[in-house]
């Protein structure tokens, strides 16, 4: 709203920003792999090798949950196992990963121990029973979130 004042009077001008709405979207998060490192078919033992690169920096406090179609099973863990690479940095060892099989949903945390320079990642992550078929059925969701704070980047493979 803008307004003006002459004397000790103040006159309304313009109203066209009283009210606005802002919309907000995520940043893209580019997935260019996901690849078993067990070729078995419903191998308990699934682990799985990922490269991404998210649009956005990734800060310290950022959470990656990897949603996986219904075709595969993720073995319920408090303390899934992940190596790999963030910005060409190792992961911190004080890293923590939870597989959670009712969402089918991993999610990985502090897995940066500062802000990257770039956002490249690769990851090979365990918990995940291989699916009945080489070709990968559904859709793996891949989300960068700022905690309860909400999402940053995200995309599917």
Known sequence: MTTVSFDTDIYLIDRSTDAFTLKFTTGILTVESVVPTDKVIFSPFGTYKMKFEAQHKIRPEYML???WPEEFSV???????????????????????????????????????????????????????????????????????????????????
């Not at 690479?85 to 959670?100: E, H, R, V």
């Not at 009945?132 to 793996?140: A, L, N």
């Not at 909400?150 to 995309?155: A, F, K, N, T």
């Open 65 to 67: 949950e990897v949603t």
């Open 75 to 157: 073995l319920q863990s408090s303390e899934c196992k992940v190596n790999g690479t963030a910005s060409g940095l190792p992961i911190p060892f004080d890293y923590s990963c939870a597989a959670d099989a009712a969402s089918r949903k991993i999610t990985i945390a502090n897995f940066v121990r500062s802000e990257t320079s770039t956002a490249s990642v690769e990851l090979e992550v365990d918990s995940i029973q291989n699916p009945g078929s080489y070709e990968i059925p559904g859709v793996i969701k891949f989300m960068l979130r700022n905690g309860d704070k909400g999402p940053i980047d995200s995309g599917e493979f």
